[in-house]
């Protein structure tokens, strides 16, 4: 049956909403508020036109460029560090199109966005951070009732990029938070845990169709997550999986965040080594009925 998508847009306007209160905290950096705010609108605007009328992939790219150097921009101006800048703009482009691949089937994108905002939220250890991440974590509850067990209504890519965009956002204020510790690496191992089963999902499958010489851009059925739907033939317990995987990655990182940075950085590499292996086995399992769209959503 046609489904009506763009529902994710109460995920954007949320994130605007919180941006306006964050004005309101004693002791809020407006530009940083300000910025925040411009960078959903380019990345949930274009989602949004997009999910009306198909757009060029180059379009979209320059869009999203174009809020993850706004995003890149306001943190600048609130830390005056370039690497912070740099590295909160490379995390909105990635995000948001991690979040926009791992968008096929029912509360999946949603879940995730859930669990890592929380984490990330509380990671960031400010009020702006803790504000944030509820707001989008909030924004994606509210969702879900519309996408699960069955779907009535489609997260689109005005929400998925909603989403990318915000917990970019949320990584980017964990990893300052923690590095200000002076831990470095096993910092950035433990900010990462929240989105872990999302990136090696999507990273590993894009770097296999690279180097099969396939058009990546283009739908395609080769994510962990479709493969396993497809075998099923449901979505719920894919959904489930994938959320439970992601809270006991957290749990580890949680369990360790006091030990010394190598007790860290190899509890990281278990994880990453346990979310690989995973995918592996799913991959090497055959699987039936899949088509160039995937599993519906």
């Known amino acids: 049956m046609p489904t009506p998508r763009g529902g994710g847009i109460g995920i954007a306007a949320s994130w605007l909403l919180a941006c306006g209160w964050?004005?309101?905290?004693?002791?809020?950096?407006?530009?940083?508020a300000a910025a925040l705010a411009g960078?959903?609108?380019?990345?949930?605007?274009?989602?949004?036109?997009?999910?009306?009328?198909?757009?060029?992939?180059?379009?979209r790219l320059v869009a999203q460029l174009v809020g993850a150097a706004?995003?890149?921009?306001?943190?600048?101006?609130?830390?005056?560090?370039?690497?912070?800048?740099l590295v909160t703009a490379l995390a909105v482009m990635v995000l948001v199109n991690v979040w926009n691949f791992m968008d096929g089937i029912d509360g999946l994108a949603a879940t995730q966005g859930v669990i890592a905002?929380?984490?990330?939220?509380?990671?960031g250890g400010s009020a702006t951070s803790v504000l944030l991440g509820v707001a989008l974590a909030g924004a994606c509850i509210g969702f879900l009732p519309l996408n699960l067990p069955k779907a009535r209504l489609f997260l689109g890519d005005v929400g998925s990029g909603a989403i990318g965009m915000?917990?970019?956002?949320?990584?980017?204020?964990?990893?300052?938070?923690?590095?200000a510790a002076g831990d470095g690496v096993p910092a950035t191992a433990l900010v990462l845990l929240p989105i872990a089963?999302?990136?090696?999902?999507?990273?590993?499958?894009?770097?296999?169709?690279?180097?099969?010489?396939?058009?990546?851009?283009?739908?395609?059925?080769?994510?962990?997550?479709?493969?396993?739907?497809?075998?099923?033939?449901?979505?719920?317990?894919?959904?489930?999986?994938?959320?439970?995987?992601?809270?006991?990655a957290?749990?580890?990182?949680?369990?360790?965040?006091?030990?010394?940075?190598?007790?860290?950085?190899?509890?990281?590499?278990?994880?990453?080594?346990?979310?690989?292996?995973?995918?592996?086995?799913?991959q090497s399992g055959r699987t039936a009925g899949l088509t160039a769209e995937g599993p519906s959503k």
């Open 197 to 248: 089963v999302f990136m090696v999902d999507a990273t590993l499958t894009l770097a296999g169709r690279i180097v099969r010489g396939e058009r990546w851009w283009t739908p395609h059925v080769g994510h962990a997550y479709q493969k396993l739907a497809a075998r099923w033939r449901l979505h719920v317990p894919v959904t489930i999986a994938y959320g439970v995987a992601s809270v006991m």
């Open 39 to 59: 960078s959903m609108l380019c990345v949930a605007g274009i989602g949004w036109s997009d999910d009306q009328r198909p757009l060029r992939v180059s379009t």
């Open 117 to 123: 905002a929380l984490t990330l939220g509380a990671l």
């Open 22 to 32: 964050l004005v309101l905290l004693p002791g809020a950096d407006a530009r940083l």
């Open 70 to 85: 706004i995003a890149g921009l306001g943190f600048w101006a609130a830390t005056r560090s370039v690497p912070v800048a």
């Open 166 to 179: 915000g917990i970019a956002v949320l990584l980017a204020m964990a990893w300052l938070q923690q590095d």
């Open 250 to 282: 957290v749990v580890v990182g949680m369990s360790v965040a006091d030990s010394v940075a190598g007790v860290r950085i190899a509890a990281f590499g278990g994880v990453l080594l346990g979310l690989v292996i995973a995918w592996a086995w799913v």
